[in-house]
């Protein structure tokens, strides 16, 4: 069974900076799209960035030119690079990785989930 662990949540202030990793075991990352999500109190979970395995990153509008997203297949870890916080960021932070084959998808994973605080 594959396991995701995320990391690096926190508390910090508006426009300070955070690193999130995502680290799987029983498997090697290099095979999976990943993509971390995030979910507000009170609000719906929300895609927030997207790797595909050959390294092409996507974007919600809310957070380009802000977040970056990468992985390190070597560390076995996708990290989330997040700066300028914004109050509105606040969310705990879900690392995602699909694995998909011939077109369709045959594994979907969830971490646990790293809470992020951002003060104003």
């Known amino acids: 069974q594959v396991q995701l662990v995320e990391s690096g949540g926190g508390f910090v202030q508006a426009g300070g900076s955070l690193r999130l990793s995502c680290v799987a075991s029983?498997?090697?990352?290099?095979?999976?799209?990943v993509a971390w999500h995030r979910q507000a109190p009170g609000q719906q979970r929300e895609l927030v960035a997207h790797?595909?395995?050959?390294?092409?990153?996507n974007y919600v509008d809310s957070v380009k030119g802000r977040f970056t997203i990468s992985r390190d297949n070597a560390k076995n870890t996708v990290y989330l690079q997040m700066d300028s916080l914004k109050p509105e960021d606040t969310a705990v932070y879900y690392c995602?990785?699909?694995?998909?084959?011939?077109?369709?998808?045959?594994?979907?994973?969830w971490g646990q989930g790293t809470q992020v605080t951002v003060s104003s």
């Open positions: 029983r498997t090697a990352i290099s095979y999976f799209e």
């Open positions: 790797i595909t395995r050959d390294d092409s990153a």
């Open positions: 995602n990785a699909q694995f998909w084959q011939l077109g369709s998808k045959r594994g979907d994973y």
